[in-house]
Nanobody, 124 residues
Framework: QVQLVESGGGLVQAGGSLRLSCAAS????????MGWFRQAPGKEREFVAA????????SYSDSVKGRFTVSRDNAKNTVYLQMNSLKPDDTAVYSC?????????????????WGQGTQVTVSS
């Protein structure tokens, strides 16, 4: 069982930056591939980024590639999402998720545990 708690969301102007954190409970954090997803009002949940167990491999959606960076610190049971050059279209609730799948994935149904989400609002 893994519990995930996100933090770091807020209101920022376009062009600004935010760093989201996702703290995991349990001693097996390093055995999970981790993902970040977002959901805007009236839209489906969207894959943002993923990182492998060791942190050696990452993946990004085309919409955030070059602006967002995912990282993790297994000693602190935490995964991060550094968001730079934010745009109003990035406004959404951001959630982290953990999957025990062999490879990290962009597909939400393959994630086993989810956080409650943190709101990110980017003003123009």
């Amino acid at each position: 069982q893994v519990q995930l708690v996100e933090s770091g969301g807020g209101l920022v102007q376009a062009g600004g930056s935010l760093r989201l954190s996702c703290a995991a409970s349990g001693r097996t954090f390093s055995s999970y591939n981790m993902g970040w997803f977002r959901q805007a009002p009236g839209k489906e949940r969207e894959f943002v980024a993923a990182i492998s167990r060791s942190g050696g491999s990452t993946s990004y959606s085309d919409s955030v590639k070059g602006r967002f960076t995912v990282s993790r610190d297994n000693a602190k049971n935490t995964v991060y999402l550094q968001m730079n050059s934010l745009k109003p279209d990035d406004t959404a609730v951001y959630s982290c998720a953990a999957t025990g799948a062999v490879l990290f994935t962009t597909r939400p149904p393959l994630y086993d545990y989810w956080g409650q989400g943190t709101q990110v609002t980017v003003s123009s």
